[in-house]
């Protein structure tokens, strides 16, 4: 696990440092550049859990996106000649891989098309890991994060950019730029795009602040922004017209403030479920907050910051932490109900079908562990 004197280093901070060194390269041939690991790792000892298989990657892996029975991951961080892979859920073997000469941010999946983001733009796969378009976006400097619409999709810049673009052929419709740096992640919700951003500081100091602003999807023009004298350093939920931002929530039509909850910085997009609002803090614990006013309704300490979204499932709520440990919790009060130690640090976020948890850590490596 990472040391204690490095804990500002979470998801914020590899997605910055791999900005600023722009390690990403021209787009390569479907190429294997990982193995499936055919012996699986140790059962965790507090819950006998053992996982299914493991499968290795050269960098970091990204949050995972299931569709049907294909796993695809991307290396998001340390990856000389990284790319997008295709798994099988059922075993781990490696169906195909695009090399994109680089690190690949998480890839999202709609339809029968993958897209993912990386230092100099963004790229469009056919689901069997044909290439369909390749845009390269002037000052991006990153692209973390993708939003997908039926005819849109929408790349989110480090470098204090919003581009619209073609989900048909990649071809930009507009370029939205703010007076902030660090976007890091939009939603589209009735033909507005809610996007928030931060000043770019590599140093958490008393003088960070962020804002939300919200765009037109088909101009591209301001709409509205909010600001604050906190950092806001992850994608926007949209829910009944409210934004959940971090630990805040937004009026859609004004962007005025409904309320702010007392939780530490949020790095990771918040999830709404049955009125509640999960998320995981840089304070080290997860949350599960009242939407309708931010109370807090229970809190769970973990043993180091919680860069990961949780992802809730059958009343269970799924998050990893930096102390390399996924955790399940109940819903409804946050207790315990199992662990599983990857004794690797987990800034990905965790994905959960029917029966299995998919969850990636800085150890090189996806998990798919029981549920």
Do not use: K
Not at 14 to 42: I, K, Q, W
Not at 340 to 357: K, N, R
């Amino acid at each position: 696990m990472t040391d204690a004197s490095d804990r500002r280093t979470g998801r914020r901070g590899f997605l910055e440092t791999m900005a600023a060194v722009g390690l990403a390269g021209s787009a390569g041939c479907l190429e294997s550049a990982s193995e499936a690991v055919s012996d699986p790792a140790d059962g965790d000892p507090g819950t006998g859990r053992e996982p299914r298989w493991r499968f290795e990657l050269s960098g970091w892996p990204s949050t995972p996106v299931v569709d049907g029975d294909t796993l695809y991951v991307s290396e998001v961080f340390g990856a000389e000649d990284g790319g997008l892979h295709a798994v099988a859920t059922d075993d781990g073997t490696e169906r195909w891989s695009y090399v994109a000469g680089g690190n690949v941010y998480d890839p999202t999946v709609r339809g029968d098309t993958a897209f993912a983001g990386r230092a100099d733009g963004m790229f469009a796969l056919s689901t069997a890991g044909d290439e369909r378009w390749v845009a390269d976006l002037p000052d991006a400097v990153g692209v973390p994060a993708v939003t997908v619409t039926d005819d849109a999709v929408y790349a989110s810049s480090i470098a204090n950019r919003l581009y619209a673009l073609s989900r048909a052929d990649g071809t930009e419709a507009w370029t939205f730029r703010a007076d902030r740096t660090n976007f890091f992640g939009s939603a589209v919700h009735d033909g507005t795009v809610y996007v928030g951003c931060n000043q770019g500081s590599y140093v958490y100091d008393d003088d960070e602040w962020g804002v939300v602003y919200a765009v037109d999807a088909e101009t591209g023009a301001e709409r509205w922004r909010t600001e604050f004298d906190r950092p806001v350093e992850c994608p926007a939920t949209v829910v009944d017209d409210v934004v959940y931002v971090g630990s805040r929530a937004l009026s859609t039509a004004d962007g005025s403030v409904i309320w702010e909850a007392p939780a530490g910085t949020v790095e990771a997009q918040p999830v709404v479920v049955d009125g509640t609002v999960f998320v995981g803090s840089t304070d080290d614990s997860v949350y599960a907050l009242s939407a309708a006013d931010g109370t807090v309704r229970w809190e769970f300490e973990t043993g180091f910051d919680v860069s990961s979204r949780p992802t809730v499932a059958d009343g269970t709520v799924h998050v990893g932490s930096g102390d390399g440990t996924l955790y399940a919790l109940a819903a409804s009060d946050g207790t315990e109900q199992w662990r599983f130690e990857l004794g690797a640090d987990i800034y990905a976020s965790p994905v959960v079908t029917s029966d299995t948890v998919y969850v990636g850590g800085t150890d090189h490596y996806v998990y798919a562990l029981p549920r």
